[in-house]
């Protein structure tokens, strides 16, 4: 299996921009396809992006299209979420998981397909 370990949130202002990583370590990196979710306190789970293994499919919610982008370096293990114009209602915590499938879909939205999670990064974006 996989472990994975995020990182680079922190505190922004509204209309900021901000990087995350997350990185991978266990089975072969490129064998997983990978996502990004958030949940904010009182909230649901919400998909953010997902990439396939080859990293040539992307996916986003519809909240973020157009100002986050989802990538992948598979020789370096890592995944990446680069967000920009950030607004208040961006603040979550920030989770990247994995899962042994390759497509971009339906089911790539949903957190119950990936069984593999990190331990989550917070964003904060202030007004």
């Known amino acids: 299996q996989v472990q994975l370990v995020e990182s680079g949130g922190g505190l922004v202002q509204a209309g900021g921009s901000l990087r995350l990583s997350c990185a991978a370590s266990g089975r072969t990196f490129s064998d997983y396809g990978m996502g990004w979710f958030r949940q904010a306190p009182g909230k649901e789970r919400e998909f953010v992006a997902a990439i396939s293994r080859s990293g040539r499919n992307t996916g986003y919610g519809d909240s973020v299209k157009g100002r986050f982008t989802i990538s992948r370096d598979n020789a370096k293990n890592t995944v990446s979420l680069q967000m920009n114009s950030l607004k208040p209602e961006d603040t979550a915590v920030y989770y990247c998981?994995?899962?042994?499938?390759?497509?971009?879909?339906?089911?790539?939205?949903?957190?119950?397909?990936?069984?593999?999670w990190g331990q989550g990064t917070q964003v904060t974006v202030s007004s």
């Open positions: 998981a994995g899962r042994i499938t390759d497509t971009v879909d339906t089911r790539a939205t949903r957190p119950s397909t990936y069984p593999y």
